[in-house]
T-cell receptor, first 112, second 113 residues
Framework: SQQGEEDPQALSIQEGENATMNCSYK?????LQWYRQNSGRGLVHLIL?????REKHSGRLRVTLDTSKKSSSLLITASRAADTASYFC????????????FGKGTRLHILP | DAEITQSPRHKITETGRQVTLACHQT?????MFWYRQDLGHGLRLIHY???????NKGEVSDGYSVSRSNTEDLPLTLESAASSQTSVYFC????????????FGPGTRLTVL
């Protein structure tokens, strides 16, 4: 069964708009990460939020974590064409050592 | 600059052949991972290693093996390639510092005919 699941599966927005992606998970976690994958490339780490944190920022990215709802959201503000990619959440499950479990991803397409 | 590389980038092979995919990292990370990525499944963990001589099975390890003889390399071997193993394979590494951030290679696209 999938630990983390992103929603929506696909998202198309106009350039300049904000994009929001959500991730829900099932089991208590140590931390949650978001990764980006451009077409034909490997994944790139974006941001990590620990279970005792509620919000983190990095440039145009804002990540929130609600451990009571077992969910996280990734907000990309003022989207650009270069943000077109797939975005994955990955959870480090409590007591499960250094492994992380990836969701299936959200495909984001920024329209010119 | 430190990096993680995979070779080959593309491979076509026939059913039943043994195939080895290479992964080399210069981060000096203890942890290394192999994933496969298929449409509709996201990334699934095949094998992983926490250090030299340490290997562990992931969720989809059947038909695959790894060995870790040094810190830098974790080759993935398909003992007898099957069409179901047609996929894109990613290698990743992470430091053993509790942050769990993984650094990914560019991937190998494997086609088994």
């Amino acid at each position: 069964s999938q630990q983390g699941e992103e929603d929506p599966q696909a998202l198309s927005i106009q350039e300049g708009e904000n994009a929001t992606m959500n991730c829900s998970y099932k089991t208590s976690i140590n931390n949650l990460q978001w990764y980006r994958q451009n077409s034909g490339r490997g994944l790139v780490h974006l941001i990590l939020i620990r279970s005792n944190e509620r919000e983190k920022h990095s440039g145009r990215l804002r990540v929130t974590l609600d451990t009571s709802k077992k969910s996280s959201s990734l907000l990309i503000t003022a989207s650009r064409a270069a943000d077109t990619a797939s975005y994955f959440c990955a959870t480090n499950v409590m007591n499960r050592d250094d492994k992380i479990i990836f969701g299936k991803g959200t495909r984001l397409h920024i329209l010119p | 600059d430190a990096e993680i590389t995979q070779s080959p980038r593309h491979k076509i092979t026939e059913t039943g052949r043994q195939v080895t995919l290479a992964c080399h990292q210069t981060w000096n990370h203890n942890n290394m991972f192999w994933y496969r990525q298929d449409l509709g499944h996201g990334l699934r963990l095949i094998h992983y290693s926490y250090g030299v001589q340490d290997t562990n099975k992931g969720e989809v390890s059947d038909g695959y093996s790894v060995s870790r003889s040094n810190t830098e390399d974790l080759p993935l071997t398909l003992e007898s390639a099957a069409s179901s193993q047609t996929s894109v394979y990613f290698c990743a590494s992470s430091p053993r510092d509790g942050t769990d951030t993984q650094y990914f290679g560019p991937g190998t696209r494997l086609t088994v005919l």
